[in-house]
């Protein structure tokens, strides 16, 4: 995707992200309120784990049967409780996860951008570590709780 100056003054994009409870929802809701289109990431990661769910099954399938966890659910999809067990109790598993995740998320993302092109847009995202898709907007925004 091409992001020359003069394509980032045809579309206007706001990056929102922080930690839970940075007000990140509430800053989304007014600007859609003043036109702007909303991605939430959130959203988008769980159509992202739909997406790669055979490389998720594929990559963790064998660590989950030794744990005597079962990664798929009755209705066919991610148990993504039980998928967080094994991927938040071993770094190197979650850096595996991430790997597979958010190329997905990255492109799902960039998607969003082109379909919406022209208009104005914010991507509600839960974390801040300089993900590629923010190179597409005009500003972001680390948003912090204030106790």
């Known amino acids: 995707m091409s992001?020359?100056?003069?394509?980032?003054?045809?579309r206007p994009a706001i990056g929102l992200a922080g930690p839970m409870c940075a007000g990140k929802n509430r800053a989304a809701e007014i600007l859609e309120k003043h036109g702007f289109t909303v991605a939430d990431a959130d959203i988008i990661a769980h159509e992202a784990l739909?997406?790669?769910q055979e490389k998720i099954i594929a990559a963790f399938?064998?660590?989950a049967g030794h744990q005597g966890i079962r990664?798929?659910?009755e209705n066919g999809k991610i148990d993504r409780r039980e998928l967080g067990k094994i991927v938040f109790?071993?770094?190197?598993l979650l850096?595996?996860?991430e790997s597979i995740i958010y190329p997905e998320i990255n492109n799902l993302l960039y998607k969003f951008i082109q379909?919406?092109?022209g208009k104005k847009?914010?991507?509600n995202a839960p974390f801040y570590i300089n993900p590629p898709y923010l190179k597409s907007a005009n500003s972001s925004f680390l948003l912090t709780p204030t106790l």
Do not use: C, F, M, R
């Open 3 to 10: 992001d020359s100056g003069a394509d980032k003054k045809n």
């Open 121 to 123: 847009i914010v991507i």
């Open 95 to 97: 850096a595996l996860h």
């Open 61 to 63: 399938s064998d660590k």
């Open 115 to 117: 379909d919406n092109s």
């Open 50 to 52: 739909d997406n790669v």
């Open 89 to 92: 109790s071993d770094p190197g």
């Open 71 to 73: 990664l798929v659910n």
